[in-house]
């Protein structure tokens, strides 16, 4: 085999490596794009439940100054 031989079987060689590099790069690139995606969604969910436990509890708060203001009432008022 003559040193051009050999030079032409290296360079063969390397070419499949570096596709297999690019397809690495590229399934690792998509891997950190799914992970990022999904943790986006739980952050939103988690965002979401957080807003509707506020609302509840300010739902839950307002009908408990009602029923104070209404106790309060009540206290002000001469027994009869």
């Not at 794009?33 to 965002?47: K, N, P, R, T, Y």
Request: charged residues 30%; negative net charge; glycine residues 6%.
């Amino acid at each position: 085999m003559s040193i051009d031989e050999s030079k032409s079987e290296n360079e063969k060689s390397e070419r499949p490596t570096e596709g297999r590099a690019e397809v690495v790069d590229e399934t690792a690139s998509t891997l950190v794009d799914s992970i990022f995606d999904i943790a986006l969604a739980w952050a939103e969910f988690g965002v979401g439940q957080g807003k509707r436990a506020l609302e509840t509890s300010a739902s839950t708060l307002e009908k408990l100054a009602q029923s104070l203001s209404v106790v309060q009432g009540k206290l002000r008022r001469p027994a009869s």
